[in-house]
């Protein structure tokens, strides 16, 4: 796994082995997609994401081409300028997954993108209800401890996906 990542095209996974993306059969709307961890089996293009190194440890990523933004609380594929793209901190965990916090403007708030801090990232929300499961973007919750610990809703794997 690499300690950083480089630009270009991933898989994104649950540490449960969830695939992230976007569901298949969406809406031809242009309101936003919402993202969520699907069924292992679910691939295609709804689950190939492109990175884009922004500066250092700063990130967009694009889920089939369509950059994301957090917007009321979840994960969202914005098809539109509206809202613009979020910036996103990737950060490796000891646990073998990584984090990935949202990165604040505000000089303020910018202490949220430690790992070892609380900050708002990405979160597999639970609905036993439905096979997908929501992306909430809220705040993480990390076991007072050295390394810091995530759980699992919260560590994500990444796979770099060769294009022929």
């Not at 480089?6 to 969830?18: A, C, F, H, K, R």
């Not at 300028?81 to 950060?91: A, G, H, Q, R």
């Not at 490796?92 to 993108?113: E, M």
């Amino acid at each position: 796994m690499e300690e950083q990542l480089s630009s270009g095209l991933y898989t994104i996974t649950t540490v449960e082995d969830l695939t992230v993306g976007r569901n298949s059969r969406e809406d031809r709307s242009l309101r936003p997609k919402p993202i969520y961890a699907l069924p292992p089996s679910e691939t295609g293009p709804n689950t190939i994401w492109q990175i884009e190194q922004v500066n250092g440890e700063e990130y967009i990523l694009k889920c089939h081409g369509a950059p994301t933004a957090a917007h009321d609380d979840h994960l969202y594929a914005v098809l539109t300028d509206e809202p613009p793209p979020t910036l996103w901190k990737i950060t490796k965990q000891h646990q073998g997954g990584y984090t990935i916090f949202q990165k604040l403007i505000s000089d303020l708030i910018l202490s949220i993108i430690k790992a070892d801090q609380d900050g708002f990232g990405w979160v597999v929300s639970f609905d036993d209800g439905r096979e997908e499961k929501p992306i909430a973007v809220r705040p993480l919750i990390v076991q007072p401890s050295y390394p810091p610990r995530f759980p699992p809703t919260e560590l994500f794997k990444f796979k770099r996906v060769e294009m022929d």
